[in-house]
């Protein structure tokens, strides 16, 4: 196998150009981070309702103050196990700590910021206690990345030190279109995007902003075909999920070794995006319009329906109970590939396989 380029991300050369997305509510937390970062990848700590299942979080109480604590000992834990790796936080635009969130990052030797669930317009502003830490914000069309450029080059002289393209149509989690019918739009489509933004970067900015893509990404083939493209690299969540390093509850990972052919669904979130899940008996309820959790748990949405409605769910606690494996009351996110998963495997063996070709032998979850 021809070897991968390293990635350049402001001053960071990243051996092996792939950074594994953010997985909010603990599922990619120190334990997942460490382990990518220490195979040459970018390790990301999802910042998002890092407190949960914290220590410092009592039930209703403390919500913001016990995120900021958490995530200071995510981001010492992810370092003391990863001590020459790269390790960074995903803050997503449309929580109400966003600031606290990317302030806390940067304080804490967060080497890269990676922002997106809405357009990370004032980032720079809040990262400016290091200049060093490399911010990326997420993006899902070309508009989208020239609106922030220009943004951030008129109002901090600053430009982003990558940006990464999220394909709605593949990528899980919150997806960056308004309603689910965009998501098969060519217009959001990887093979249409991505050579537009690695177009413009090069000709706009001399390949300043190298392009990373995400979304689908799975083997060796997606890669290659994703740097044919003009990416310079791949950000990839889905993969990482059904390893022994992803912080998420065993019956979280189960389901995926479990799921088949047509267990992805899109649910409307009640932060107004369409997310892509695993069908669960929750998904079941909710699409059927049955009744499901409203108690909002953390306030933790900038803008909420359930909040503020009453209506949809608390996402929150759909995401944290499924974390913690209750799979009956809880929200499983997935990227479009969620099939593929047939067992648990070390993160070094996904390496192993992407960078020299050996196949992974995925085991059966133990006991
Ligand atoms: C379980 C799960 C949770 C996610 N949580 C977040 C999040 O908190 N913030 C974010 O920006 N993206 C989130 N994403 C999106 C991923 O970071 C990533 O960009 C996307 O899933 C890539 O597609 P893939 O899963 O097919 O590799 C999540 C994805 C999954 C599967």
């Not at 830490?133 to 069309?141: G, K, W």
């Not at 959001?188 to 300043?208: F, K, M, N």
Request: aromatic share 6%.
């Amino acid at each position: 196998m021809t070897p991968l380029p390293p990635l350049r991300i402001g001053e960071y050369t990243i051996p092996v150009p792939i950074l594994q997305g953010g997985m909010g509510v603990r599922v990619s937390a120190h334990r997942l981070a460490a382990a990518v970062a220490n195979e040459g990848g970018v390790g990301i700590i999802a910042a998002v309702a890092l407190s949960l299942a914290s220590r410092y979080y009592e039930k209703g109480r403390d919500y913001y103050r016990a995120n900021v604590k958490a995530l200071i000992e995510e981001l010492e834990t992810a370092r003391a196990l990863s001590p020459n790796g790269i390790i960074g936080v995903n803050c997503m635009v449309a929580i109400r700590d966003f600031e606290a969130m990317v302030r806390t990052s940067v304080e804490n030797g967060a080497q890269m910021i990676v922002s997106g669930a809405g357009l990370p317009l004032r980032l720079p502003e809040f990262a400016t206690s290091n200049p060093r830490t490399a911010l990326v914000p997420i993006i899902s069309s070309l508009r989208a990345a020239k609106l922030l450029a220009k943004r951030w080059h008129k109002l901090y002289k600053r430009l982003p030190d990558a940006m990464v393209f999220e394909d709605p149509n593949r990528a899980g989690g919150h997806l960056g279109v308004k309603t689910a019918s965009q998501l098969f739009a060519k217009e959001y489509d990887t093979d249409t995007v991505v050579p537009e933004l690695a177009e413009w970067s090069r000709t706009e900015y001399g390949d300043e902003i190298p392009i990373v893509t995400a979304g689908g990404v799975w083997d060796r083939h997606d890669i290659d075909h994703a740097l044919s493209l003009g990416a310079k690299g791949v950000q990839m969540a889905s993969r990482f999920i059904c390893t022994f390093e992803c912080d998420a509850h065993d019956r979280f990972k189960q389901a995926f070794i479990d799921a088949k052919e047509g267990d992805v669904v899109i649910v409307d979130s009640p932060a107004g995006l369409p997310g892509r899940a695993l069908k669960t008996s929750f998904t079941n309820t909710l699409l059927r319009g049955g009744e499901v959790a409203t108690n909002c748990i953390a306030t933790c949405l900038e803008a909420c329906r359930c909040r503020e409605e009453k209506e949809t769910f608390c996402i929150a606690l759909a995401l944290h109970r499924a974390q913690q494996g209750d799979l009956e009351n809880g929200l499983v996110f997935t990227g479009s590939n969620a099939t593929r998963h047939t067992g648990l495997v070390h993160v070094r063996d996904i390496f192993q396989e992407l960078l020299y070709g050996i196949p992974v032998r995925p085991v059966p979850i133990p006991g």
